[in-house]
């Protein structure tokens, strides 16, 4: 094969209180990518719908990863990239991840598959590094994984998928932009001893909750004491969509990586769809425009699109 077109999907980092370490994958929204093998050790990339995208490959999350990857193999072959970027950048929900994890993918599987996932997560982590300044893996793994992954180390590179109950995802995309560079930059330096050790007690619960299909303490360990009192004063309406959809049923939610976009897990699909619609009421009644998903956990992560019939596969 020459050519590979793949779904890129969203992710949500950190789950509340598992700041760099834990991660999600959703089923939407999701950028449409297509690559093609070229002859030369060039990266060319392409906007599919107009969306204005870094055409310096070295600058661009996409083409960054692709460097490295060329560099790694030293031949002479080089891609092609045209992106539909549906996950815009700033939303909060992985819109780096997905163009780094879905380059990395989609050229991986031309190439006979040479590559790992834990060696795909190392590439995308470049185009991490080309959005944030920060080589973090908490959005790429889940992606190129599938499912809940914890990121145990990045040096080295320790990636545990994390198995589930059922879940659904709720999350409100607020049309404003936090940029990540920005988000990390207020964070503080140091921590107080007393909130570590909570945090860690809710890192280790949420796991634990997960693996062992306890809502109860999924919900309890939903809970983050250091990162969200300082980054949920960058977003509007945050208290108030996180206190109402706790009132309908929502096990527990928070920041969807820096913001701005707000997630919430459910058991149920109905409660889900319950959530998604107090998180539309709180921003029109805020007159602020925003886009609302409900989603499953997607287990595949980045995946073939056929745009036919939209049918994926894994790869």
Not at 58 to 69: D, F, K, V
Not at 137 to 166: E, K, M, Q, W
Request: proline share 6%; glycine share 8%.
């Amino acid at each position: 094969m020459k050519t590979i077109k793949v779904k890129a999907p969203a992710t949500i980092a950190n789950l509340v209180c598992g700041f760099d370490v834990l991660g999600l994958c959703t089923e939407v929204p999701f950028d449409i990518m297509e690559v093609r093998l070229r002859d030369d050790r060039e990266v060319i990339i392409k906007s599919a719908d107009g969306y204005p995208l870094p055409t310096d490959p070295a600058l661009n999350t996409a083409g960054a990863p692709l460097l490295e990857m060329i560099k790694k193999l030293d031949k002479d072959i080089g891609f092609d990239v045209i992106i539909q970027k549906n996950i815009k950048p700033g939303s909060g929900i992985g819109s780096s991840a997905a163009s780094a994890a879905g380059a990395v993918v989609a050229a991986n599987f031309l190439l006979n598959q040479p590559f790992t996932k834990d060696e795909l997560v190392r590439l995308a982590m470049f185009g991490e590094k080309v959005a944030s300044g920060v080589k973090h893996a908490d959005n790429v793994a889940p992606c190129i994984y599938g499912g809940i992954t914890l990121v145990r180390s990045i040096f080295p590179l320790d990636i545990i998928p994390i198995t589930a109950p059922p879940l659904y995802v709720s999350i409100v995309h607020p049309q404003i932009e936090v940029r990540t560079a920005d988000a990390r930059q207020i964070l503080r330096k140091e921590v107080l001893l007393k909130n570590a050790v909570k945090q860690w007690g809710n890192i280790a619960g949420l796991v634990a909750g997960l693996m062992k299909e306890d809502y109860g303490l999924i919900s309890r360990s939903l809970e983050d004491v250091i990162i969200e009192p300082v980054r949920s004063v960058l977003i509007p309406g945050f208290v108030d969509v996180k206190k109402k959809c706790l009132q309908v049923g929502a096990l527990g939610g928070g920041i969807s990586g820096s913001g701005p976009s707000i997630f919430m897990l459910s058991a149920d699909e109905s409660t889900a769809t319950l959530v998604a619609q107090e998180m539309e009421d709180v921003y029109q009644q805020l007159g602020i425009p925003a886009h609302i998903y409900k989603s499953n956990i997607n287990c595949q992560g980045v995946t073939l699109f056929d745009e036919t019939n939209d049918n994926h596969a894994v790869l």
